[in-house]
C-alpha cells in the first residue's frame, strides 16, 4: 500500500507540484467518478482552492507541515464553518454551522485542503452508507457493492483516489469496517484521544473521530495531527501523546499477540485464513502468539445496540424543525409541527433506533434493559483490562464478512447489524483499534483485520501494522483510477 500522504508532501516540498496543481487534479478526479460512487454529497472545490493557495505561500516559505496543501475530506457529521453539515439526512438539509470542528481547526492549522463532505449512513445509524438521504455510496473495489458505513463515503474517497485522505467517525465500527469492505487503513483512536466537539453525535459515549488513509504511516500522521486534550469536550482527556510517526519501523521480536477465540466463532473460513496467516508471520518474526477466552465479548453486540440506542433518542430530541434544518409546510400546532417534521424526515434506521431508545430508557424498562447494559459495560471493560496483562496487542477480525452487495437484506433483518459484533466490544470498552487489509476472499474482495491495544495504545498497533503492511504481503494492490502522481 503506497504512503500516499508523505508521497505528496514530498512532491510538494521539492516544488515539483504545487498544491493548486494538486488540488484541481482531485477536483477533476472527483467531477469524472463521482457521478458514479457518490462518495461527496457536498463539494468546496472554490474553498479548496484558496486554501491550496494559502498552502503554497506557507510552502515556499519552508517548514510547513506534513499535511500542507494536500487535499481531503471531512464526513458529513463533523461541523465545518459556513459549509453544509446535514448527516446525510433530510432534517438538517441547508444546515450551516457556525463554528468548526475542533480536528477541523487543527487541520487547517496544518494547512488541509478541503475537498468536500463525504457520504456517511443517516446520522451514523449504518453499516452499509445505503440509510444515506443522498443515496449510497459505492465500493471503488467493485460498484456492485457497498463501501461499508457509517464513514462509507470517506472510505470510497480514499479507496478510489478522490481525495488523500478522510476523517470519519467510528460509533461501533464506522471507520474500521468501511476501510476492510474496501482493502485501506481505518484508525479508531482510543475514546478521548481525539476531541468530539464539533461532531453531531450519534452515541456520545461511543462516537470518535479518526482517519481512512491509503497506509498506516498516512494514519499515524493524521493520528498525530488531530489528537490532543480540547477544554471544549468535556470527554476529551487531559493526556500528552508523543508523535507516533517519526518511531514507526520497530520489530516485533517480543511483542505479545493476544487472540481472543470469541472473535474467531462463526467467522468464514475466508476471512479467518488470511488472518491465521499473518498470526503465523508473527510468529516467524518474534512474536509471542497468547490464545485466550474472552467469553465477554458475547456480551458486546446487545449491550451497543441498548447503549448506542439509548444514546441516539436523547441526542436525536433536538432536531424538531423549529431552529435549523428541514421545516414543516403544514401543520395545526406545534406539537404536530415536531411530529411532522420527525416523521417526514428521518429516515427509517433512525426512527427504528430512536424509538428503540426510547422503550430502554423508559419508565418499567429502565433498569430491565439500559442499567443492565451499563453494568455489562462495565464487566467488558474489566475483561479487556484482565486480557491485556496476557497480551500487549489483539489480533481479531475487522468484520465477519467481506462488502454486501448493493441493497442486501440477507436472511433476517438483523443480519447487517451482526456485522458489527468484531468492533463493536473496541468502542464499548473505549479501547484504540486500527484495520488494515490482510487478503482476499474468493471473490477478490478485501479482506480486513484490526489490531485493538491498550487505552491510548495507539503507538503500539500502529507499530505493528506497519511492521506487517510493510513486511508481509497482504495480496490487496491500491485500487486503480484517482490521482496518481
Same mark, same amino acid.
Given at each position: 500500500?503506497?504512503?500516499?500522504?508523505?508521497?505528496?508532501?514530498?512532491?510538494?516540498?521539492?516544488?515539483?507540484?504545487?498544491?493548486?496543481?494538486?488540488?484541481?487534479?482531485?477536483?477533476?478526479?472527483?467531477?469524472?467518478?463521482?457521478?458514479?460512487?457518490?462518495?461527496?454529497?457536498?463539494?468546496?472545490?472554490?474553498?479548496?482552492?484558496?486554501?491550496?493557495?494559502?498552502?503554497?505561500?506557507?510552502?515556499?516559505?519552508?517548514?510547513?507541515?506534513?499535511?500542507?496543501?494536500?487535499?481531503?475530506?471531512?464526513?458529513?457529521?463533523?461541523?465545518?464553518?459556513?459549509?453544509?453539515?446535514?448527516?446525510?439526512?433530510?432534517?438538517?438539509?441547508?444546515?450551516?454551522?457556525?463554528?468548526?470542528?475542533?480536528?477541523?481547526?487543527?487541520?487547517?492549522?496544518?494547512?488541509?485542503?478541503?475537498?468536500?463532505?463525504?457520504?456517511?449512513?443517516?446520522?451514523?445509524?449504518?453499516?452499509?452508507?445505503?440509510?444515506?438521504?443522498?443515496?449510497?455510496?459505492?465500493?471503488?473495489?467493485?460498484?456492485?457493492?457497498?463501501?461499508?458505513?457509517?464513514?462509507?463515503?470517506?472510505?470510497?474517497?480514499?479507496?478510489? &483516489? /478522490?481525495? =488523500? %485522505?478522510?476523517?470519519?467517525? @467510528?460509533?461501533? #465500527?464506522?471507520?474500521?469496517?468501511?476501510?476492510?469492505?474496501?482493502? +485501506?487503513?481505518?484508525?479508531?483512536?482510543?475514546?478521548?484521544?481525539?476531541?468530539?466537539? &464539533? /461532531?453531531? =453525535? %450519534?452515541?456520545?459515549?461511543? @462516537?470518535?473521530? #479518526?482517519?481512512?488513509?491509503?497506509?498506516?504511516?498516512?494514519?499515524? +500522521?493524521?493520528?498525530?495531527?488531530?489528537?490532543?486534550?480540547?477544554?471544549?469536550?468535556?470527554?476529551?482527556?487531559?493526556?500528552?501523546?508523543?508523535?507516533?510517526?517519526?518511531?514507526?519501523?520497530?520489530?516485533?521480536?517480543?511483542?505479545?499477540?493476544?487472540?481472543?477465540?470469541?472473535?474467531?466463532?462463526?467467522?468464514?473460513?475466508?476471512?479467518?485464513?488470511?488472518?491465521?496467516?499473518?498470526?503465523?508471520?508473527?510468529?516467524?518474526?518474534?512474536?509471542?502468539?497468547?490464545?485466550?477466552?474472552?467469553?465477554?465479548?458475547?456480551?458486546?453486540?446487545?449491550?451497543?445496540?441498548?447503549?448506542?440506542?439509548?444514546?441516539?433518542?436523547?441526542?436525536?430530541?433536538?432536531?424538531?424543525?423549529?431552529?435549523?434544518?428541514?421545516?414543516?409546510?403544514?401543520?395545526?400546532?406545534?406539537?404536530?409541527?415536531?411530529?411532522?417534521?420527525?416523521?417526514?424526515?428521518?429516515?427509517?434506521?433512525?426512527?427504528?433506533?430512536?424509538?428503540?431508545?426510547?422503550?430502554?430508557?423508559?419508565?418499567?424498562?429502565?433498569?430491565?434493559?439500559?442499567?443492565?447494559?451499563?453494568?455489562?459495560?462495565?464487566?467488558?471493560?474489566?475483561?479487556?483490562?484482565?486480557?491485556?496483562?496476557?497480551?500487549?496487542?489483539?489480533?481479531?477480525?475487522?468484520?465477519?464478512?467481506?462488502?454486501?452487495?448493493?441493497?442486501?437484506?440477507?436472511?433476517?433483518?438483523?443480519?447487517?447489524?451482526?456485522?458489527?459484533?468484531?468492533?463493536?466490544?473496541?468502542?464499548?470498552?473505549?479501547?484504540?483499534?486500527?484495520?488494515?487489509?490482510?487478503?482476499?476472499?474468493?471473490?477478490?474482495?478485501?479482506?480486513?483485520?484490526?489490531?485493538?491495544?491498550?487505552?491510548?495504545?495507539?503507538?503500539?498497533?500502529?507499530?505493528?501494522?506497519?511492521?506487517?503492511?510493510?513486511?508481509?504481503?497482504?495480496?490487496?494492490?491500491?485500487?486503480?483510477?484517482?490521482?496518481?502522481?
Amino acid at each position: 500500500m503506497k504512503e500516499r500522504i508523505s508521497r505528496l508532501s514530498a512532491l510538494l516540498r521539492a516544488g515539483e507540484i504545487s498544491s493548486v496543481e494538486l488540488t484541481k487534479k482531485y477536483i477533476a478526479e472527483i467531477e469524472k467518478s463521482n457521478p458514479v460512487l457518490n462518495a461527496y454529497v457536498h463539494t468546496t472545490f472554490e474553498t479548496a482552492l484558496a486554501q491550496a493557495e494559502e498552502a503554497d505561500r506557507r510552502l515556499k516559505e519552508g517548514n510547513a507541515p506534513l499535511l500542507c496543501g494536500i487535499p481531503m475530506t471531512l464526513k458529513d457529521n463533523i461541523s465545518t464553518k459556513g459549509l453544509e453539515t446535514t448527516c446525510c439526512s433530510k432534517i438538517l438539509e441547508h444546515y450551516k454551522p457556525f463554528y468548526d470542528a475542533t480536528v477541523w481547526e487543527k487541520l487547517q492549522g496544518e494547512g488541509a485542503v478541503l475537498l468536500g463532505k463525504t457520504n456517511m449512513d443517516e446520522f451514523a445509524m449504518g453499516s452499509t452508507c445505503e440509510t444515506s438521504c443522498y443515496g449510497g455510496a459505492l465500493n471503488p473495489r467493485d460498484t456492485s457493492r457497498v463501501p461499508g458505513g457509517s464513514s462509507g463515503g470517506g472510505a470510497s474517497a480514499v479507496c478510489g &483516489g /478522490l481525495a =488523500a %485522505y478522510a476523517l470519519g467517525s @467510528d460509533t461501533g #465500527g464506522s471507520i474500521r469496517q468501511p476501510a476492510a469492505f474496501c482493502g +485501506i487503513v481505518g484508525l479508531k483512536p482510543t475514546y478521548g484521544a481525539v476531541s468530539r466537539y &464539533g /461532531l453531531i =453525535a %450519534y452515541g456520545s459515549s461511543l @462516537d470518535q473521530i #479518526g482517519p481512512l488513509t491509503a497506509s498506516v504511516k498516512d494514519a499515524a +500522521i493524521v493520528f498525530d495531527a488531530i489528537c490532543g486534550h480540547d477544554e471544549r469536550d468535556n470527554t476529551s482527556e487531559r493526556i500528552t501523546m508523543p508523535a507516533i510517526t517519526p518511531c514507526l519501523g520497530k520489530d516485533v521480536k517480543g511483542l505479545r499477540i493476544g487472540v481472543a477465540e470469541e472473535y474467531f466463532e462463526g467467522i468464514k473460513e475466508e476471512i479467518r485464513e488470511p488472518i491465521e496467516r499473518a498470526l503465523q508471520f508473527f510468529a516467524e518474526n518474534g512474536a509471542e502468539i497468547v490464545r485466550f477466552s474472552l467469553p465477554e465479548l458475547k456480551l458486546a453486540l446487545p449491550v451497543y445496540y441498548i447503549i448506542a440506542c439509548a444514546e441516539a433518542s436523547s441526542n436525536l430530541g433536538r432536531y424538531d424543525g423549529i431552529r435549523f434544518g428541514y421545516q414543516a409546510k403544514k401543520y395545526t400546532t406545534v406539537d404536530d409541527m415536531i411530529v411532522t417534521v420527525r416523521s417526514e424526515a428521518f429516515g427509517k434506521e433512525v426512527k427504528r433506533r430512536i424509538m428503540l431508545g426510547s422503550y430502554v430508557l423508559s419508565s418499567g424498562y429502565y433498569d430491565a434493559y439500559y442499567k443492565k447494559a451499563r453494568t455489562l459495560r462495565a464487566r467488558i471493560v474489566g475483561a479487556f483490562s484482565g486480557a491485556f496483562e496476557k497480551c500487549d496487542v489483539m489480533l481479531a477480525p475487522t468484520a465477519p464478512n467481506t462488502a454486501f452487495p448493493l441493497h442486501y437484506s440477507g436472511e433476517n433483518m438483523i443480519e447487517t447489524y451482526l456485522s458489527d459484533v468484531c468492533t463493536v466490544p473496541v468502542n464499548i470498552a473505549g479501547l484504540p483499534s486500527v484495520s488494515v487489509p490482510c487478503g482476499t476472499d474468493k471473490a477478490g474482495l478485501p479482506v480486513g483485520m484490526q489490531f485493538i491495544g491498550k487505552k491510548f495504545g495507539e503507538a503500539d498497533i500502529l507499530q505493528a501494522a506497519y511492521y506487517y503492511e510493510q513486511n508481509a504481503d497482504s495480496g490487496v494492490c491500491e485500487s486503480e483510477g484517482g490521482v496518481s502522481l
